[in-house]
Nanobody, 115 residues
């Protein structure tokens, strides 16, 4: 079983920054992509950012220019640098790892942006 441990969430004022991290452990093989999803209160889970194993990154339109996803070369960690945070960014953020044959999720970390 894959274990994804997230950290870095918390309470921040609008305009501030946070850096989320996710450490991957367990019997992991053939990772094709890693990413971050979020679920705002009362809404469905949505993709925030994704990075493929060869380093190509994609972002949802609402975070382009503000968030940056990165990973280490061994696919052991994935990060999300969040700058210029807005109240609308408030959500539970989930780390995601896609392998060739399965999809794994972290427990989630809460990001709350106040104004």
């Amino acid at each position: 079983q894959v274990r994804l441990v997230e950290s870095g969430g918390g309470l921040v004022q609008a305009g501030g920054s946070l850096n989320l991290s996710c450490v991957v452990s367990g019997n992991v093989f053939s990772i094709t992509s890693m990413g971050w999803y979020r679920q705002p209160p009362g809404k469905q889970r949505e993709l925030v950012a994704e990075i493929s194993s060869d380093g190509r990154a994609t972002y949802t339109d609402s975070v382009k220019g503000r968030f940056t996803i990165s990973k280490d070369n061994d696919n052991e960690s994935v990060f999300l640098q969040m700058d210029g945070l807005k109240v609308a960014d408030t959500a539970h953020y989930y780390c995601h790892v896609q392998e060739l044959w399965r999809s794994s999720w972290g427990q989630g970390t809460l990001v709350t942006v106040s104004s």
